[in-house]
């Protein structure tokens, strides 16, 4: 009987890793083919037998999560640390976990464990990048990433995360970090984006363009880089080129507000108001709220007989506008040409004056009022008075902000002034 026991215990010893391996690959079949509950229900079993193998726990951690299960999974892989707790592939598990459930706190001190025990571990250090990013910790950030890019400098997720901490903070070496990315990775189109993007912002346009084109060379139906080339050529004042690559955006679907703004915008810029009118009326349904559309869009009007239209338009931009002041002076001066069209005078003066008082650089404002008062509304004292203030104005302002129109309206002016000057004396009226 004794010797029937012992061969029963050699036999359970030596076919145990068997029975083991066929467990093993019974539940792996069992979680690739869907069956996720299966998976939880015999890894349970088998845990609960005393079968305490780290892939029991594993595949049912995976399978609860599958299910939605971020709790449980927690629970599942807590319980495998204290059967394995050195075992890297349930910690980095339960690191996961963490992240995904939102629980930053724990996911922080997973993944500090995890580097402390491997310090090459570069996705732990893009976890605790991305975790102070996000939490606005931005220094923490930079340290962890610059441990990534100490393992490996041509690492594509650190340099772009470490680009766009650096952009935030309008720190001029972000696009050190995007130039590396897109040097190392010029068919990757999130680095390839960012540095198009970075040299637009800082007033680089015509550095993007070769990025784009290459871009849409690899894809020629790509609406992000269409767009952005079309935005590209808006910013270097090319708005007959923005016009054919922002409809051709449009034409692949593209029906944001951003699209159709800039393309209505640069159909104003070629005077093409009727096309801007379009656009800019398309763009106003997508963001009511936008201060350049109403601008844009009543600037065009007033192009044409919608002059009711187009004083709404522009009332409402300065309703939504940030007051700056160069902005508001002119939005003023477009109200006063409208009225000043449709000889309402006395409006158009208040209107002008308006535009004066925004921004005392717009010397034209008092020569719009001058002119006014002295060919529409006969009133040469009044006329010779605004027009000094325009000669003064101009003598304020810096000689490289005068422009070859203000040089030549102030010899227009001053040969005016010389005769209100006389016919006042000739009227007695000095």
């Known amino acids: 009987m004794k010797h029937a ?21 019974k ?81 922080k001190i997973s993944y500090t464990q995890l580097v402390q025990s491997d310090s090459t571990d570069v996705a732990s ?6 975790m102070a990013s ?14 990534v890019l100490a393992i490996d400098s041509l690492n594509l997720s650190s340099l772009m995360m470490m680009g766009d901490i650096l952009n935030r903070h309008h720190h001029t070496r972000a696009v050190v970090c995007y130039e590396q990315a897109y040097h190392y990775y010029p068919e ?17 346009a015509w550095k993007s363009i070769p990025i784009c084109k290459a871009m849409l060379g690899i894809d020629t139906t790509s609406i992000k880089f269409s767009k952005l080339l079309g935005y590209a050529y808006y910013k270097t004042g090319e708005p007959e080129t923005a016009v054919r690559y922002l409809e051709y955006a449009n034409q692949l679907g593209d029906s944001t507000a951003f699209t159709l703004k800039f393309k209505g915008i640069s159909h104003y810029l070629r005077v093409d108001f009727a096309s801007a009118i379009e656009a800019l009326n398309f763009a106003l349904k997508k963001d009511t709220l936008d201060a350049e559309i109403y601008f844009f869009l009543g600037a065009s009007l007033a192009t044409t007989t919608r002059k009711k239209e187009a004083m709404y338009y522009l009332n409402r931009s300065l309703e939504l506008m940030q007051p700056d002041p160069s902005i508001v ?45 002295d060919n529409s509304l006969q009133q040469s004292k009044a006329a010779l008075v605004d027009y000094q203030r325009y000669i003064d104005a101009l003598d304020r302002i810096p000689e490289k902000e005068t422009s070859n129109q203000g040089i030549s309206v102030r010899a227009i002016v ?8 006389e016919e006042l004396f000739f009227r007695d009226e000095n």
């Open 5 to 25: 026991q012992h061969l029963l215990l050699a036999a359970i010893f030596v076919f145990a890793p068997c029975f083991s391996i066929l467990a093993q690959n």
């Open 414 to 421: 001053e040969d005016r002034i010389v005769t209100l000057k």
């Open 329 to 373: 002076s002119r939005i003023y001066s477009e109200q006063g040409n409208i009225k000043r069209l449709e000889m309402q005078y006395n409006e158009a003066y208040t209107l002008y004056e308006q535009a004066w008082e925004a921004d005392s650089a717009n010397a034209m404002s008092l020569y719009y009022m001058a002119s006014i008062l």
């Open 125 to 130: 250090w893009l976890k605790l990048a991305e």
């Open 134 to 147: 996000f939490s606005q910790q931005y220094r923490e950030a930079e340290r962890a990433l610059n441990q």
């Open 188 to 204: 990757n189109q999130k680095a390839a984006f960012a540095l198009a993007n970075w040299y637009i912002q800082s007033k680089n």
């Open 27 to 107: 539940l792996s079949d069992l979680y690739y083919s869907g069956g996720y509950q299966d998976v939880i229900d015999a890894s349970t079993s088998l845990i609960a037998s005393g079968d305490t193998a780290y892939y029991n726990f594993y595949l049912k951690a995976l399978s609860e999560t599958q299910l939605g299960q971020p709790t449980k999974a927690i629970g599942t892989l807590q319980h495998a640390l204290t059967h394995h707790p050195g075992e890297l592939r349930l910690r980095r598990m339960l690191a996961r976990e963490y992240f995904d459930a939102g629980n930053y706190v724990e996911a």
